[in-house]
């Protein structure tokens, strides 16, 4: 793996909006493909993994085009999907095999379902198990992982399930099969998951009996559906900003359903300069604005298992902040990290260690103690998620670079956003959770500040910042487009 480096020369500033939300774009193309008619999607994310979704609804008869950030989904209706010819492969994608599986296990033809190497590693014995109570017959590899053959049954059962884990992927697997099966099928947890199908079943015509709870049977209508910026990807941007000296973003159209909003939390607690603005709803989702300047002063966090379904994909972007704060940051009940697309858990711990930090890895969490760091190499871990995590930790020190590379991510002396005055007024502004409401200039430092931003492999999400800032500088609104990151899938 070749890590690549770009110099940035001035703070993060500048107004963006981040790729639309993957758990969200998941469930869209979903639902529209097994929905009666044609639905709009729009700030569908453009990623591999939903391309996986697609392209796997498309071999079950969806017909599915993308242009100009607008992707309309002719579905097959519920009973209209076709047997594939192939194996529907998933990709990197837990999400789309996971989802796909509860709503294959209900047809009246078989399929199988493959993914790439990491996702032949993790666990589907989780899905495995319920469906299979609901009459669902599914082959799986002895370790209980992909290749998954499934013989399709139209005739299954609905369920009372309590989630063993927090899982938003096994619920929804559940309620997508729960749509075709005789009764009703109704999921309990202990720690809310995020709750995004709850949401959008109703968008397409399909009203839960209680909070998690569908009847079998019913219809899908098409919808539209307006995809809100992901704060998985806006996680990045928060904790840059707030660690790199003079920055001020704000981010627009961000998801800040309270199911995922756990980041907002833990930098509220740590003492970051963020708030939220402009609440208002895509469909049945929260969205806002956030603004996040730069923190001198943060705090080590202790963050319980509670929190840890809200922010479960924005723990390793944490994990970073951590170091640049006092005192030690403990995050605990969070062993799930092992079972992603590689195990973060390890991943940071190995990483941050070899940066200098002083960490302290336990099966299911980590302690983080925060202060100065040392440059350092990161070797061999896998091109996944940890990675941009661990290159925002080097973007707040003076690393070197690997390889040279130009500075086209950053907008120098910019102000955040011409609106700012007009939007960010006092009165207008929330703070994220509670407390106090902060000097608007708290900590902040406008001095030049020379940073390096170690970059592996995310060239296009520096790419499409720069655009995006660039954009901003140039149209009379201050850049703020309709729906900015339309796929295509
Ligand atoms: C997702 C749920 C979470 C999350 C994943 C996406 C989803 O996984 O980590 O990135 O779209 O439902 P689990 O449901 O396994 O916790």
Redesign the pocket.
């Known amino acids: 793996m070749i890590l690549i480096t770009r110099t940035l020369s001035s703070p993060l500033r500048g107004k963006l909006h981040p790729p639309g939300d993957?758990?969200i774009s998941?469930?869209a193309v979903i639902l529209a493909s097994l929905a009666e008619g044609e639905s709009r999607i729009t700030g569908l994310l453009g990623a591999e993994d939903v391309k996986a979704t697609a392209n796997a609804c498309r071999q079950v008869g969806a017909h599915i085009r993308t242009s100009d950030g607008v992707t309309m989904v002719q579905g097959t209706g519920q009973t209209g999907l076709q047997q594939p010819s192939r194996a529907l492969d998933m990709g990197n994608s837990?999400?789309a095999m996971?989802?796909l599986a509860g709503v294959l296990s209900a047809q009246p033809f078989d399929s199988v379902l493959i993914g790439d190497e990491s996702l032949s590693r993790r666990p589907m014995r989780r899905i495995i198990e319920p469906l299979t109570h609901m009459g669902a017959k599914i082959e799986a590899t002895p370790a209980g992982t992909a290749p998954l053959r499934i013989q399709g049954n139209p005739a299954l059962q609905g369920i009372d399930y309590h989630l063993p884990?927090?899982?938003?992927?096994?619920?929804?697997c559940l309620l997508l099969a729960g749509l075709y099966a005789k009764g009703s099928t109704c999921v309990s947890e202990s720690q809310q998951?995020?709750d995004?199908t709850e949401k959008m079943l109703p968008v397409f015509g399909v009203p839960l009996e209680s909070p998690c709870c569908v009847q079998g049977g019913s219809k899908l209508t098409a919808a539209n559906v307006r995809v809100p910026a992901d704060i998985?990807s806006a996680a990045f941007f928060l904790v840059a900003a707030a660690m790199i000296p003079g920055s001020e973003l704000l981010l627009c159209d961000v998801g800040v359903n309270t199911t995922r909003d756990g980041i907002l939390r833990v930098l509220h607690a740590m003492g970051a300069d963020v708030r939220i603005r402009n609440r208002r709803l895509f469909g049945q989702e929260p969205v806002a604005d956030i603004r996040v300047r730069y923190s001198k002063g943060l705090k080590g966090v202790d963050i319980p298992a509670c929190w840890v379904?809200s922010l479960?994909?924005e723990l390793p972007a944490i994990m970073v902040l951590a170091v640049t704060a006092s005192g030690t940051t403990r995050i605990r009940g969070a062993a799930?990290l092992r079972v992603?697309e590689s195990d973060r858990l390890a991943v940071m711990s190995t990483g941050l260690a070899c940066l200098g930090v002083r960490v302290n890895e336990i099966e299911d969490g980590i302690d983080i103690m925060g202060g100065a760091t040392q440059g350092g190499e990161v070797d061999g871990a896998p091109p996944l998620l940890p990675y941009p995590t661990l290159h925002v930790e080097a973007a707040g020190h003076d690393y070197q670079p690997v390889e040279g590379g130009d500075a086209h991510a950053h907008r120098q002396g910019a102000p955040v956003g011409d609106t700012r005055d007009q939007d960010l007024g006092p009165a207008e502004v929330e703070k994220v959770v509670g407390g106090e409401d902060h000097d608007m200039d708290h900590g902040r430092d406008q001095g030049p500040h020379p940073q390096r931003l170690v970059e592996p492999g995310q060239r296009l999400r520096l790419d499409q910042l720069a655009e995006e800032l660039r954009a901003d500088q140039q149209t009379p609104d201050g850049g703020r487009g309709e729906q900015g990151e339309g796929g295509n899938p």
């Open positions: 993957k758990s998941h469930r837990g999400t996971r989802l884990v927090a899982s938003a992927q096994i619920k929804s998951s995020r995004h998985s379904p479960i994909d799930e992603k």
